[in-house]
């Protein structure tokens, strides 16, 4: 699957990159941002970066919901 590959090389992303990943929209990514459910993503320079640890584990969620 080419989204793992990307996923393997890549330690974090911005927003619009996680929105892509997750196959959802920026503004839903915003809101498990603002609610803390993106373990590990912090401001760097006002901009977000989320780890793809936690985009892997939210993939997960996913599959098993």
Do not use: N
């Amino acid at each position: 699957m080419l989204t793992v590959a990307i996923m393997e090389h890549q330690d974090t992303f911005g927003v619009y990159e996680a929105a892509r990943e997750l196959g959802c929209t920026s503004q839903w990514i915003r809101v498990l941002l603002a609610e803390k459910r993106l373990p590990g993503a912090q401001k760097v320079d006002g901009e977000w970066q989320i780890p793809a640890s936690a985009l892997e584990m939210r993939k997960q969620k996913a599959v098993t919901a």
